[in-house]
């Protein structure tokens, strides 16, 4: 269970460049709960996941995980438990190394020697089943670089490495926003399944407001710093693209400007 209790972040203080990213942030997420983030430019929701990652500091709050205080804990550490993957499919993978070779690095695999040798074969049987997973004949390119994969292939190996090992949070940063709709549809059909399969608690970033309705359980909408709603069940299932846009304009008492929200 991730609990963000009142946490403030602010860049550059006391300058004239001081920016208020984060003003009073209170979000628990159970165990298990795929939740969806959406919001305008700047809103703070890249701030609140560099917040569970460890990178952005906290000038006041806590952060919990598992009932573990982690708001002083440095990125290393977390990164065993809270995996992330991010717009830009390069991001996730080394493009000089091939399938396999990422995947026993993702396993701290690696020997003195080279972790070429390390790789046994029972791990490249299972290896070859997880990558099966995702039905693109991958199984069967293990040796191949990553750098030889398309974005979708490429980013869908990113998702499948990060949820694989000991982490049980999974931060999913726009991860379909840089690739074309039928592959992003692909990517997160993919998240899904791999997030339900493994029961993995995650929160996703999305800039259309279409996807977060239709992904995960409970979608929360960030503006200014603060969430400015959290839907869930009954009320969630219901709603559509102009409920979230009316709910904006009657909490906030403005339209909503940022047309990739409102096109997404
Ligand atoms: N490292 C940083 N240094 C200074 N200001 C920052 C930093 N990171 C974010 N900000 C500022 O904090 C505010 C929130 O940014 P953040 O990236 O969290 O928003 P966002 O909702 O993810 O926006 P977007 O959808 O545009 O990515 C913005 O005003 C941004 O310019």
Redesign the pocket.
């Known amino acids: 269970m991730i609990e963000i209790k009142d946490v403030h972040?602010t860049?550059?203080k006391g300058t004239p460049?001081e920016?208020k990213?984060?003003r009073g942030i209170n979000l628990t997420v159970p165990e298990g709960q795929f939740l969806t983030v959406i919001?305008?430019?700047?809103?703070?929701?890249?701030?609140?996941?560099?917040v569970l990652a460890g990178l952005?500091p906290v000038e006041s709050g806590s952060v919990r995980l598992d009932g573990q205080d982690i708001t002083n804990w440095p990125v290393h550490r977390r990164a065993r438990i809270i995996s992330r993957v991010f717009q830009d499919p390069k991001m996730g993978t080394c493009e000089d190394l091939t399938i396999m070779e990422n995947f026993a690095l993702a396993h701290g695999r690696t020997k003195p020697r080279g972790f070429r040798f390390a790789i046994e074969k029972d791990m490249r049987e299972k290896t070859a089943e997880r990558v099966k997973v995702l039905g693109l004949g991958l199984e069967n390119r293990l040796d191949d670089k990553v750098g030889l994969l398309s974005g979708g292939q490429r980013q869908a190996v990113s998702l499948l490495m990060a949820a694989t090992g000991p982490s049980s949070v999974l931060l999913l940063d726009?991860h379909t926003a840089a690739l074309d709709p039928k592959t992003a549809d692909f990517v997160l059909e993919t998240t899904r399944t791999i997030v339900d399969r493994l029961k993995l608690t995650a929160v996703m970033?999305t800039?259309s407001m279409a996807q977060a309705l239709s992904t995960g359980e409970r979608t929360v909408m960030?503006h200014r710093?603060k969430i400015i709603f959290d839907a869930s069940g009954e009320e969630r299932a219901g709603m559509a693209v102009e409920d979230l846009l009316h709910l904006f304009k009657k909490t906030q008492g403005e339209e909503l400007s940022d047309d990739?929200l409102l096109l997404g």
């Not at 919001?39 to 560099?50: E, V, Y």
């Open positions: 972040v860049f550059n460049l920016t990213a984060l919001g305008s430019n700047g809103a703070g929701k890249s701030t609140a996941l560099n952005a726009e970033v800039h960030f710093g990739s």
